[in-house]
Nanobody
Framework: QLQASGGGSVQAGGSLRLSCEVA????????LGWFRQAPGKERDFVAA????????YYGDSVKGRFTISRDNAKNTVYLQMNNLKPEDTAVYYC????????????????????WGKGTQVTVSS
C-alpha cells in the first residue's frame, strides 16, 4: 500500500526529502503521516497531513525544520527535512489513516491503519 524512499546519510545541518507513494486512488482521501523509531525507543510522531493538504501537524522536536506536503495527482506524500540533527537519526515510516476525508488527523501510531516499510535516516555530527 505504501512505499517510502529517500532516506540516507547526511551530516548535521544537511537536508533530505522522503517520499511515500500510496497505492490506489483511495489514497487521495486518506490522512497521511510520518513516524520514526530510533533503536531502543518507541515509534514517535513526526508529521501528518489531512486528505486535501490544508491541515498539517508536527511533533515538537521537528517544528520549524520539517515540512510535510502531498501531491494527490501523484498519490505521494513528502517530508522535507532541513537542518537535520544527530537526534533525528531513526527509521522513518509513512502511514495512512483510511477513514476518508477526515479533517483533524491523528498523531497516534496505533490509530494509523496502513504502514510502509521504513527508510533509514542517519545524521552524523
Amino acid at each position: 500500500q505504501l512505499q517510502a524512499s529517500g532516506g540516507g546519510s547526511v551530516q548535521a545541518g544537511g537536508s533530505l526529502r522522503l517520499s511515500c507513494e500510496v497505492a490506489g486512488k483511495s489514497g487521495r482521501t486518506y490522512a497521511l503521516g510520518w513516524f520514526r523509531q530510533a533503536p531502543g525507543k518507541e515509534r514517535d510522531f513526526v508529521a501528518a497531513i489531512n486528505y486535501n493538504g490544508k491541515g498539517d501537524y508536527y511533533g515538537d522536536s521537528v517544528k520549524g525544520r520539517f515540512t510535510i506536503s502531498r501531491d494527490n495527482a501523484k498519490n505521494t506524500v513528502y517530508l522535507q527535512m532541513n537542518n537535520l540533527k544527530p537526534e533525528d537519526t531513526a527509521v522513518y515510516y509513512c502511514a495512512a489513516d483510511y477513514r476518508p476525508l477526515i479533517v483533524i488527523v491523528t498523531t497516534t501510531p496505533d490509530d494509523m491503519h496502513y504502514w510502509g516499510k521504513g527508510t533509514q535516516v542517519t545524521v552524523s555530527s
